[in-house]
């Protein structure tokens, strides 16, 4: 085939995405955005059409020119950042709206109030960037969120309160009525995250204490149900297709009525990556066979839909959601070489059933893996299961919506099928999980070349033997680095107004404390502590330390002995009358998980380290609690460092611990803690403060002058955010 009868096969969106992402990217100062552009053009080069070039350049230059647009734009609310405010706007289950100033801003905590129109107070913050591995990136997933005609989120409004607030109106409201008359609260709360998206409620429901529902749909791998994407858009549009085509419909009305459907169906639920992508694809599609022009390429569809998203949403390049959407379409298109590779005797609906949930996960892998910090066992099974439901259900809860009020008798069908869907998340969300740390950049690049094999074997080009020579090698060469050089190190993670210390030897892992939030919901141990562990590769506790019985310090326990295996839980005092301490002994009590008393003197060895007990002596206990906190001394040849937990000076001076490289200040660097004379004894070198928002004046300017005086060098993690220190 000669060069000018191969040009013209490549879509001109695909080159152009390139070019605006490129543009994007540089925009953002990453450098290797250039290597994006060239990308694209050297594939419009190798399609023998230089114009595509040019539209490389075109795209560049409009995907920089649409980031500058987003990210140079006034913050409204700065005059106002750090005040104690009221606020009046549109609550719709993610943002607060504002039309005076134009704004949006995020809530914390989350109202409890459905969407509508709020009166809410609180103080303006900026919002924080990610304080812990694994954690989450608010600044950056709020940056994302903003578009060229919609305001970026630039403020959270924490200890919010509110005041006022009325149900909202007009089609959504009506919609949202619909969905949940007559049904219970859980499975309402499932069809509004089915059908809306809007997950607030449905992340508030248990199945019992301590098993929330969003977290059995994240084991299960059935988290993508409640994220509107290509599955919603095409249950509808194939009812109605069907519904048409039994009318006896010409194919210009079969298909062109869903077309023009589909941005009414996308004002209603929302924007966001996958639902956005959603619907241009399935827009372009059904205008395409509309006009009777056939199915476009799915790969020039797929580039036109990124192109149209990004340059709405340029910053929707670094959001996971907009990743995981184009990269699972993108691994579906090889649904048909894959079912070719499965018995030709079985049914063809059943062999791409199988491929596609497979190789959903597999295009995905990376990002859940190393986003979420763990990959599900059980999602082929589950998602066959839950697919069968979910291909009745989303019509039916879409029929209810558009019902309002009048959809009794529909939700009599809808409440057994969300019921059944429950069951099948509730069952398959027990099952065990894969736990994976953070994916480097090597990592990435293993996958790529695993992914680029298993490709060349679908296409017949390298044989099986081949593909699981190359999968073996790379998984080699990614657990050679952890097991040549394995993590000795002390991490001071960041759960804000609290403590959690990770102690990580080669043959020892050891916790101590794991933060809590004190007149507040949210769980620290299962949402903070639990994923960072995750991240950073731990997979099991050998000891989990709890200081004593204070909310911020052992509250987080009870969700790290739910999440991971741990082989011993150590306390100091046994109070049979403290709540949190009662039940962090009960869920050790659950997962089998055996408690000891430790006292002075008690000690573990590992690597050539030894933690040592340093209190309590348990001969008499005080009234109060920070008195009997279990205090550590860590040991490595000469190094020497302690966590004293909320210990008071006068206990301080007690310890005996003689003279110190590195210090964890106790009580968060309260005044009445970390003394001259204790200072004066120990002579740190180093000292760690885990302290975050507080109304206790922690750490007090007194301590930080004394530290400073004995000649400290002082490190903060409400500044710093989670601090690694290794261990000689």
């Not at 749909?217 to 509107?228: E, P, V």
């Not at 990004?310 to 699972?328: E, H, K, N, V, Y």
């Not at 993670?493 to 404390?513: F, I, K, N, S, W």
């Not at 310890?655 to 968060?668: C, D, I, S, T």
Request: aromatic content about 6%.
């Amino acid at each position: 085939m000669t060069s000018a009868a191969a040009a013209g096969r490549l879509a001109w969106s695909i080159p152009a995405v390139f070019g605006v992402m490129g543009g994007i990217q540089l925009g953002l100062g990453v450098w290797w955005g250039v290597l994006t552009l060239l990308l694209g053009a050297g594939l419009a080069v190798r399609d023998v059409r230089p114009r595509l070039a040019a539209l490389v350049l075109l795209g560049a230059a409009l995907g920089f020119g649409a980031e500058r647009l987003v990210t140079g734009r006034a913050d409204p609310l700065a005059p106002w950042q750090g005040a104690q405010v009221t606020l009046t706007g549109g609550w719709d289950g993610q943002f607060l709206t504002l039309k005076d100033p134009p704004a949006r801003l995020a809530v914390a905590p989350k109202p409890t109030a459905r969407p509508g129109t709020l009166v809410i107070s609180g103080r303006l913050v900026t919002p924080e960037g990610q304080r812990t591995p694994g954690g989450f990136n608010q600044a950056a997933w709020l940056r994302a969120q903003g578009g060229v005609f919609l305001p970026t989120p630039t403020a959270v409004l924490v200890a919010a309160k509110v005041r006022d607030s009325q149900l909202e109106k007009g089609l959504r409201g009506w919609f949202r009525r619909g969905l949940t008359v007559g049904l219970p609260a859980r499975e309402a709360a499932l069809m509004t995250a089915i059908e809306l998206g809007d997950r607030a409620e449905i992340g508030r429901e248990e199945f019992t204490e301590g098993y929330g529902i969003r977290d059995a749909f994240n084991r299960s791998g059935l988290a993508h149900l409640m994220a509107l994407s290509g599955q919603n858009v095409a249950l509808i549009t194939v009812v109605l297709i069907w519904g048409l085509g039994w009318l006896g419909l010409p194919p210009a009305w079969r298909y062109g009525l869903p077309a023009t459907l589909l941005l009414p169906y996308l004002a209603l639920v929302g924007v966001s990556p996958s639902i956005t992508r959603a619907v241009i694809m399935g827009l372009t599609v059904l205008a395409a066979l509309a006009l009777g022009r056939g199915r476009p390429d799915p790969y020039g569809l797929m580039a036109l839909a990124a192109l149209v998203c990004l340059l709405l949403f340029p910053l929707w390049l670094l959001d996971i959601g907009f990743q995981l959407s184009f990269l699972a379409v993108l691994a579906l298109t090889l649904s048909m070489k894959a079912a070719g590779r499965l018995p030709e005797r079985w049914p063809l609906w059943l062999r791409l059933a199988l491929v596609a949930t497979v190789l959903a996960e597999l295009g995905t892998l990376p990002v859940i893996a190393g986003t979420f910090g763990q990959l599900p066992l059980v999602g082929l099974p589950a998602n066959l299961a839950a697919g069968a439901v979910m291909t009745v259900l989303v019509p039916l809860g879409f029929l209810a919506g558009l019902l309002g009020p009048a959809a009794v008798l529909v939700n009599l069908l809808v409440r057994p099928l969300a019921a059944a869907l429950l069951g099948i998340v509730e069952v398959f969300g027990q099952a065990p999980v894969m736990a994976w740390g953070q994916v480097s950049a090597a990592g990435f690049v293993a996958y790529t070349v695993c992914a680029a094999a298993g490709v060349l074997w679908l296409w017949g080009r390298v044989r099986l033997s081949a593909l699981l020579g190359v999968v073996m090698a790379c998984t080699l060469l990614t657990l050679l680095p952890g097991t040549l050089r394995p993590a000795r190190d002390i991490v001071f993670l960041d759960v804000g107004q609290g403590d959690a210390t990770l102690v990580r030897l080669p043959h020892l892992t050891l916790l101590v404390d794991a933060g809590g939030s004190v007149g507040s919901d949210y769980d620290v141990g299962g949402r903070t502590v639990v994923p960072a562990l995750r991240a950073l590769g731990v997979r099991k506790i050998d000891v989990v330390i709890g200081t004593h019985a204070d909310t911020d310090h052992i509250e987080g326990i009870s969700g790290v002995l739910r999440g991971l295996p741990v082989g011993e839980l150590w306390i100091g005092q046994r109070k049979s009358d403290d709540p949190v301490l009662t039940t962090v002994l009960t869920a050790a009590g659950e997962a089998g998980v055996p408690v000891r008393e430790v006292r002075r003197g008690d000690q573990v060895t590992s690597d050539g380290v030894t933690v040592t007990v340093m209190w309590p002596t348990g001969t008499v206990w005080s009234t109060e609690d920070n008195e009997n906190s279990v205090a550590v001394r860590i040991q490595s040849g000469r190094w020497t460092a302690a966590i004293l937990g909320d210990l008071p000076d006068v206990t301080e001076n007690h310890l005996g611990l003689g003279r110190l490289n590195l210090l964890k200040v106790a009580h968060h660097g309260s005044r009445y803690s970390t003394n001259t004379a204790f200072l004066a004894e120990t002579t740190p070198a180093d000292a760690v403060i885990s302290v975050g928002r507080n109304t206790y004046g922690h750490p007090h300017p007194d301590v930080l002058g004394r530290l400073t005086t004995a000649g400290a060098e002082v490190w903060r993690t409400d500044q710093l955010g989670t601090i690694r220190w290794p261990i000689p």
